[in-house]
């Protein structure tokens, strides 16, 4: 079967996706990833075909960030949405059976699939459906909202989703020729990969809805760490790891506060630059490009993160505590539930982030054991689990069931 994964965004967006994509190749399929340029070789790198999709996230955040109001960052998006439906279109066209999506091209992956008969499954890595149990990620994770306002909270989220993708989508089933709305609204087949004992499945969701636990990157089988990260690590007590990932922050003087927060916190780092370009100078530090991180967090103390889905799991993953530094979108919830499990500290938002706020962080992080106590055991649970498995027993069950078709007329 011809499985095609289509998602958008940073590299985090798209790593878990290679791990997903290789199990579902292992067990016969012919498995391609669309994703945008940046990605190519990390896609065909893990071994799985790859199949292009337009635009840059990097000068997409820089585009929207420059425009001059609100309206104008909204058109900078749209256009960056119409682009990407056309690219969908694009790559489920050259040959897809089942179109599996992430969350933020799910809108216009589900129409695709609808124009090509084919069934869709969401592949999402962060709560993506509404829930009395807790508030969405992207909405507020402060205070304590009752279960009505995290059920009103979730519906508004996916309501002003809706609302964003309105005009794209009209503009996209015009282009595939399908009428402008359908008579029903099915329920979505999706699955989290996350894992439950980080997440625990909400008991009000629907059936079609699955936590399956988390879809690991794969590393590249050529993939050896560089000789001057091997000397670094053995040259000293476990370091502690700092990066921002995808995030482009605009704290002034970031490189000087990481510096003077490891030495003040007694700590060798190795700080990864991501697209923050983050470069930090220190006798004790290292800077290092893109890593896997299964290979380096289990080789540290310590993990300084902007608390993106990825690489909050792969801490877990690692059985480390962490220091969630949150930015924007999911990172709150996802630093906020480190805190809750007991594996991290009170959350640091980029904002509040300074050399002596980090530095006690580091520390109250190193200083209490319950935290790498508790790191270790949700590692033993996280280990055990097998997520790939459930989304391929999940698409098993798929197999000649196409989605129903709406031609202009047909109704």
């Known amino acids: 079967m011809r499985i095609l994964i289509v998602t958008s ?35 065909r790198e893990c071994g ?4 292009a999709l337009p635009g840059d996230p990097v000068e997409l955040v ?8 609100p309206d104008a960052a909204r058109s900078v998006f749209a256009a960056f949405l119409d682009d990407l439906g056309e690219g969908v279109a694009a790559a489920a066209a050259a040959g897809t059976d089942i179109l599996l999506t992430a969350f933020g091209p799910a809108p216009l992956s ?20 509404p829930t009395r149990e807790f508030p969405p990620p992207g909405g507020p994770v402060t205070g304590r909202p009752s279960p009505a306002d995290n059920l009103a909270a979730g519906r508004e989220l996916l309501a002003r989703t809706d609302a964003l993708y309105a005009d794209v989508l009209l503009r ?14 099915p329920d979505r087949r999706i699955c989290h990969g996350y894992s439950p004992a980080v997440v625990p499945r909400p008991a009000d969701w629907p059936a079609t809805v699955h936590v399956t636990g988390y879809w690991w990157p794969a590393r590249p089988p050529r993939w050896q760490p560089p ?28 490189h000087d506060v990481v510096a003077a927060a490891v030495g ?20 004790d530090i290292l800077l290092v490009g893109d890593l ?16 993106g889905a990825g690489t909050t799991g792969a801490g877990l993953r690692a059985g480390v505590p962490a220091v969630p530094v949150p930015v924007l979108v999911d990172q709150p919830f996802w630093a906020d539930r480190l805190h809750r499990l007991g594996v991290a500290p009170h959350p640091l938002p980029m904002h509040e982030l300074t050399a002596d706020t980090l530095a006690d962080a580091l520390r109250s992080c190193l200083d209490r054991p319950s935290y790498r106590d508790r790191a270790t055991e949700l590692a033993h649970r996280i280990q055990a689990e097998d997520g790939p498995a459930a989304v391929l027993s999940l698409i098993t069950g798929l197999e000649g069931r196409p989605a129903p078709r709406h031609r202009r007329g047909s109704e």
């Open 9 to 43: 965004g940073s590299r985090g967006d798209v790593a878990p996706f290679t791990g997903l994509g290789g199990r579902l190749q292992q067990a016969g399929h012919d498995v391609a990833l669309a994703a945008h340029d940046r990605f190519a070789d990390l896609v």
């Open 48 to 51: 799985l075909e790859y199949r």
């Open 62 to 69: 820089r585009a929207r960030t420059a425009a001059p109001s």
């Open 110 to 129: 589900r129409l695709v699939a609808e124009g090509l008969d084919i069934p869709s499954l969401g592949v999402y890595l962060a709560p993506g459906v």
């Open 172 to 185: 996209l089933r015009a282009r595939l020729d399908l009428p402008t709305a359908t008579r029903s609204r």
């Open 227 to 254: 000789d001057l990260l091997v000397d670094f690590l053995g040259a000293g007590p476990p370091p502690v790891f700092v990066g921002f990932g995808s995030m482009t922050p605009s704290h002034e003087r970031l």
């Open 264 to 283: 003040r916190a007694g700590v060798r780092a190795v700080v990864q630059a991501g697209w923050a370009d983050l470069e930090p100078a220190g006798d």
């Open 292 to 307: 896997p991180h299964d290979w380096l967090f289990p080789r540290t103390a310590a993990v300084v993160h902007h608390a």
